[in-house]
């Protein structure tokens, strides 16, 4: 069955760090991945995705992730954080269905705090 | 980029009562949409996937006759928990699927802000 973990549900960096943030996924096939972002109270906001091709996938905010198909791993990487960047993060894996859409599967998350 | 809207963004209700949330793609058209519900300081758990025209598919554990979805049209679909109680109390988002005619990558989900649903 597909799954996605997140190994760290909190992390605390201070402002200017650099920040990686784990994910780990199970899939039987080549995996459609994403990271979102939710501030407090509000939607998810698309931050990346890898479907194929370069394993190094570059997003907004100065976000990138790389995939890892040896280590079934997409971690999330920013080399200098901001202290708007306090959120809580998801992983997701797309498992493609019929119709050419993707159920999507989270991991449980990881909520950002930064220092000043 | 495209917008997903949501109506109300919170809502308190009684015990017994039943409540709607609507769920709007502003400027694409959605053929489908999908409903999610989060507890809290937990990740988003698939409810259900509805497609424009043809009835809602629930997975595993949801009551259909409990969360009614209706999708009647290309930019709305909406959740109406029936006979709300406590134990409905949540944190209810839904995302859109662009149809493909806008220019944007097809099959890119795009989620609305949410809806904070307390029962009391």
């Known amino acids: 069955a597909q799954s996605v973990t997140q190994p760290d549900i909190h992390i605390t960096v201070s402002e200017g760090a650099s920040l990686e943030l784990r994910c780990n996924y199970s899939?039987?096939?080549?995996?459609?991945l994403f990271w979102y972002v939710q501030s407090p109270g509000q939607g998810l906001q698309l931050l990346l995705k890898y479907f194929s091709g370069d394993t190094l996938v570059q997003g907004i905010k100065g976000f990138e992730a790389e995939f890892k198909r040896s280590q079934s791993s997409f971690n999330l990487r920013k080399p200098s954080v901001h202290w708007s960047d306090a959120a809580e993060y998801f992983c997701?894996?797309?498992?493609?269905?019929?119709?050419?859409?993707?159920?999507?599967?989270f991991g449980a998350g990881t909520r950002l705090a930064v220092h000043p | 980029g495209a917008v997903v809207s949501q109506h109300p963004s919170r809502v308190i209700c009684k015990s017994g009562t039943s409540v709607k949330i609507e769920c709007r793609s502003l400027?694409?058209?959605?053929?489908?949409m999908f409903w999610y519900r989060q507890f809290p300081k937990k990740s988003l758990m698939l409810m259900a996937t509805s497609n424009e025209g043809s009835k809602a598919t629930y997975e595993q554990g949801v009551e259909k006759d409990k969360f009614l979805i209706n999708h009647a049209s290309l930019t709305l679909s909406t959740l109406t928990v029936t006979s709300a109680h406590p134990e409905d109390s949540s944190f209810y988002i839904c995302?859109?699927?662009?149809?493909?005619?806008?220019?944007?990558?097809?099959?890119?989900?795009?989620f609305g802000p949410g809806t904070r649903l307390t029962v009391l």
């Open positions: 400027d694409f058209q959605a053929t489908t």
């Open positions: 997701a894996v797309g498992h493609l269905l019929s119709g050419g859409y993707n159920k999507l599967i």
């Open positions: 899939y039987g096939a080549t995996p459609y």
């Open positions: 995302s859109a699927r662009d149809r493909g005619t806008s220019g944007r990558a097809v099959g890119e989900q795009f």
